[in-house]
């Protein structure tokens, strides 16, 4: 641990200058302690500590940035997601957020990333809050008192949820703004007190330097481990389930959205979980509920009246209500949060149309093509300016965090799903008997029956039909689920209006997998929905 006249130095060079206090690497215990007396927060009847993000409830994607500079010139994927900043521009805006520590307590924590030590990454973290400590805390990985003796960051995130952009002089679109810089090894928070931000941008770090410089694949997924070994992958964006459905009892867990697969197999980058919180039972998600308790952090919800007891279906503030909490909160878990090649992958979207099946088996070529389209639908609260969920494609089922072309990506996965043999499913968490605003979101226990059955191989014997817009390879029958859940259509009153929105979903995914066509494979090509069918 370093002492005081270093960390000063260290945070001088940062260009952190009299700072009221220096908090390094606090305990829980005092982070909550300072968040009670600064008025930030209370505490929850299950001793969680409860905050409110303030203006911003999600992740404000429009207002994330990457400097554009020798380093990333040539190798981003510069797009509407990935949109440059100029380097003049980001040292003026950062000398005065570093500036605006002047006077307040400046938190500094010191952890890591990549549970996996051939890939550790050292990160230094300065908070403006104390409770934006805590969440780092909880989130990533915790360095041993003999990791921090000799602790050297390679990247350094600094985050100031009061300190605004002028928009005109600093070239920003917000006050907030949130601004990746590979050259300098920095991420800048400012204007916004969602958590998210910071998760995410050490996340997109990892995206590029990985792949870039490592040859690692990185993924946006959850993934588990059964009592055989048999290591499983939930790729999908916020809301469609990875938390949840990688929370499994009869599994262990190593991670709930951000794994590496290299030669020796499959990794967590984090230390903790983030997941959505809203509708939360213990009987629907008993390893989440429980593990809401002391260190956890709950982000935006409300309380019964005259209780401290949490009312977790109250969206008064956003429906993207949220809990932090370390994995060791989680019982049932993978120490260290490693595990061999994956047997199964399954890419899990909330399909807002009620067309896809609830699963369905994927060929090679059907699997890359899913990959790279990514469909779901964004859930209320995720986002800034999400209200209710909208149908989008997301490539590799993580496009806001890819700093590289998707088809980077979706190489390094096929070769590894060839290499290994993975079987690949594609899981829908979303609408059944009809689209949004009509049908019914499919039942968690269905959802859950259906991947214990493709994780035991009750698949095998089943025979699959083939489904006619998609061409997706569905099971026949899966034990404890209803036989006409499996084929959608069946679960439709009006099959005209099934077929309508059938036709109308297919040539969304044809649209949108235009930009990726000149780079696809004649396979991935034919696993095309068949917009034809129907029409």
């Not at 302690?33 to 505490?43: A, S």
């Not at 909880?138 to 990791?147: C, G, H, V, Y």
């Not at 980077?408 to 993975?422: C, N, Q």
């Amino acid at each position: 641990m370093q002492n005081a006249k270093e960390l000063g130095q260290a945070l001088d060079r940062l260009g952190i200058k009299n700072p009221a206090n220096i908090k390094y690497n606090l305990l829980p215990e005092e982070l909550i302690e300072d968040t009670l007396c600064k008025d930030m927060g209370v505490l929850a009847d299950n001793g969680a500590l409860c905050v409110n993000t303030g203006k911003f409830t999600g992740r404000s994607p429009k207002d994330r940035f990457i400097v554009k500079d020798e380093v990333t010139e040539n190798r981003v994927d510069w797009n509407a997601i990935n949109k440059p900043f100029d380097a003049d521009d980001y040292d003026k805006l950062r000398a005065k957020l570093v500036a605006h520590f002047e006077g307040k307590d400046a938190y500094v924590r010191d952890v890591q990333a990549c549970a996996d030590p051939e890939y550790r990454t050292n990160i230094r973290v300065v908070t403006e809050y104390p409770w934006s400590n805590q969440f780092v805390y909880n989130m990533f990985l915790r360095p041993s008192e003999e990791d921090l003796k000799d602790f050297t960051p390679e990247w350094t995130v600094l985050c100031a949820p009061t300190f605004e952009a002028d928009p005109e002089a600093d070239n920003t679109r917000q006050p907030n703004f949130s601004i990746i810089n590979f050259g300098k090894k920095e991420v800048i928070v400012g204007g916004s007190g969602y958590t998210g931000e910071i998760k995410k941008g050490v996340f997109s770090v990892l995206n590029f330097q990985l792949p870039v410089f490592r040859e690692l694949l990185t993924m946006h997924c959850s993934a588990n481990v059964g009592p055989k070994d048999d290591a499983a992958v939930f790729f999908g964006l916020s809301g469609t389930g990875k938390t949840t459905l990688s929370a499994d009892p009869g599994r262990s867990l190593i991670g709930d959205d951000e794994h590496g697969w290299g030669e020796n197999g499959i990794f967590n980058f984090e230390g903790g979980c983030y997941a959505k919180t809203i509708d939360l039972t213990r009987k629907k998600e008993p390893e989440i509920y429980d593990a809401i308790k002391h260190h956890a952090i709950l982000e935006n919800i409300q309380f019964f009246p005259n209780t401290r007891e949490v009312n977790y279906e109250d969206d008064a503030i956003t429906m993207n209500t949220r809990v932090s909490y370390p994995i060791y909160h989680i019982e049932n878990r993978v120490d260290p949060a490693m595990a061999g090649h994956p047997n199964n992958i399954f890419f899990l979207t909330a399909d807002a149309f009620g067309v896809l099946p609830p699963i369905s088996k994927l060929t090679p070529g059907q699997a890359m093509y899913h990959f790279i389209s990514g469909y779901t639908a964004k859930v209320a609260g995720t986002e800034e300016g999400i209200d209710e969920p909208e149908a989008t494609f997301s490539a590799c089922f993580g496009a806001p965090f890819m700093p590289l072309h998707p088809t980077e990506y979706a190489k390094m996965l096929g070769e590894r799903m060839e290499k290994y043999g993975v079987n690949v499913w594609l899981v829908n968490t979303g609408w059944t008997g009809g689209a949004y605003g009509t049908g019914s979101r499919i039942k968690l226990r269905y959802t859950r029956r259906m991947i214990t059955a493709a994780l035991n191989g009750e698949f095998d014997d089943v025979p699959m039909q083939q489904e006619k817009v998609f061409g997706l390879y569905v099971p026949e029958s899966c034990p404890d689920v209803p036989n006409d859940l499996l084929h959608p259509r069946d679960t439709w009153v009006n099959k005209e209006k099934y077929d309508q929105k059938a036709h109308e979903l297919a040539v969304k995914f044809n649209k949108n997998f235009e930009k990726f066509a000149d780079g696809a494979s004649e396979e991935m090509l034919a696993a095309a929905p068949n917009v034809r069918v129907n029409a």
